[in-house]
């Protein structure tokens, strides 16, 4: 497709579960974007890589968490023994460049989990 | 560390009416400045931006203006339209650095 896409759209957890999160950015971006939002608020920066290359990981909560794009391409963001508090919005968002300026994000439509 | 600081909504105005919303922000350096907007069921897309002071950018009748002095980026339109119902966020970076920050979003309804 030629957005970013997200699965599932929707993922209901009972608390203690592990969940992935899948993110296909589009073709040939190389930077890849994941936020975090929680209702009401804006997105929050959880990690970024540029093409397999995780650089940044400074916003993930938890090491819980965890964040991989092993050929570039697709990501998967895993929260392992969720907790209520995991319960939120995942974006993924890609763009084309891999350096400043980097330019607009282009945002999938998201993960909605719900953690019971 | 760098925030964004938006007007909290929700913001209900009849179609027509004029549109602010407002935005400041607090970073080091001078960011790319934006706001994106969220229609129901859909995800972020990018409205306009800005990468300098005093720059000003402009899609589907909504303005904004980077303005230094007053580290704000609000966002206007001179006639609102019931399909601008959605949830506006301001958001700064991108420049130099490619983390995003965003305001908390402003939920804009119009009415007919």
């Known amino acids: 497709g030629a957005g970013v896409s997200q699965s599932p759209r929707y993922k209901v957890a009972k608390r203690g579960q592990d969940v992935a999160l899948r993110c296909d950015p589009i073709?040939?971006?190389?930077?890849l974007f994941w936020y975090q939002q929680a209702l009401g608020q804006g997105p929050e920066f959880l990690t970024y890589?540029?093409?397999?290359?995780?650089?940044?990981k400074s916003g993930l909560p938890s090491d819980r968490f965890f964040a991989e794009r092993p050929e570039g391409s697709v990501s998967t963001l895993k929260i392992q023994r969720t907790q209520q508090e995991d319960s939120a919005v995942y974006l993924c968002?890609?763009?084309?460049?891999?350096?400043?300026?980097?330019?607009?994000?282009?945002f999938g439509e998201g993960s909605r989990l719900t953690v019971l | 560390g760098n925030s964004v600081t938006q007007m909290e909504g929700p913001v209900t105005l009849s179609e027509e009416a004029f549109l602010t919303i407002n935005c400041t922000y607090t970073?080091?350096?001078?960011?790319?400045l934006f706001w994106y907007v969220q229609y129901p069921g859909e995800g972020l897309q990018l409205l306009l931006k800005a990468t300098k002071a005093d720059d000003k950018g402009s899609n589907k009748g909504f303005e904004a203006t980077y303005r230094k002095e007053t580290t704000s980026f609000h966002l206007e339109k001179g006639s609102v339209q019931v399909s601008d119902s959605a949830v506006y966020f301001c958001s700064s970076g991108g420049d130099s650095s490619y983390k995003l920050i965003f305001g908390s979003g402003t939920r804009l309804l119009v009415r007919p």
């Open positions: 968002a890609s763009s084309l460049v891999g350096r400043p300026p980097y330019g607009e994000l282009f």
């Open positions: 073709s040939g971006h190389v930077s």
């Open positions: 970073a080091t350096g001078y960011p790319s």
């Open positions: 890589f540029q093409n397999e290359a995780q650089l940044d």
